[in-house]
């Protein structure tokens, strides 16, 4: 069997500088810029470890509207947090919208979900709760 490692996940965004600067504020991502093989400028984030890549889109490429919650195929990025309450309310100070406020889903676990850009539904997790 073949071996299979985690590499990134990609978004689209037809602002990718403002879409990179939202994940650097909310989530203190370090951004990466480089230059692709064709020339164009690249912006990466590391995120916690996690590898995201945001292509420019341009206005003449046609895309479909991002999708609303539940839906099928990967529905949302999850984050690892402690102290979930205290997390959230720095979140909002820093204009974060909350699709689902902090709640427990199971003893020790409680989650929340925000709204990032072209509406990429992001879940706070804490599974540390006592």
């Known amino acids: 069997m073949s071996a299979f490692t985690y590499d990134h996940v990609h978004l689209r965004s037809p602002d990718a500088e403002a879409t990179a600067r939202w994940y650097e504020k ?71 919208e909350f699709t689902v406020e902090p709640k427990t889903i199971r003893p020790g676990v409680r989650i929340a979900f925000l709204r990032g850009p072209q509406n990429v539904h992001i879940e706070l997790l804490d599974r540390d709760v006592a």
């Open 26 to 96: 909310m989530f203190d991502a370090e951004i990466i810029r480089s230059v692709q093989s064709d020339g164009r400028p690249r912006i990466d984030l590391n995120l916690g470890g996690i590898s995201v890549f945001i292509a420019q889109v341009s206005a003449e490429q046609p895309v479909g509207p991002p999708p609303e919650p539940p839906y099928f195929g990967l529905e949302h990025i999850g984050l690892r947090v402690s102290e979930i309450d205290k997390v959230v309310a720095e979140l909002k100070a820093k204009g974060a």
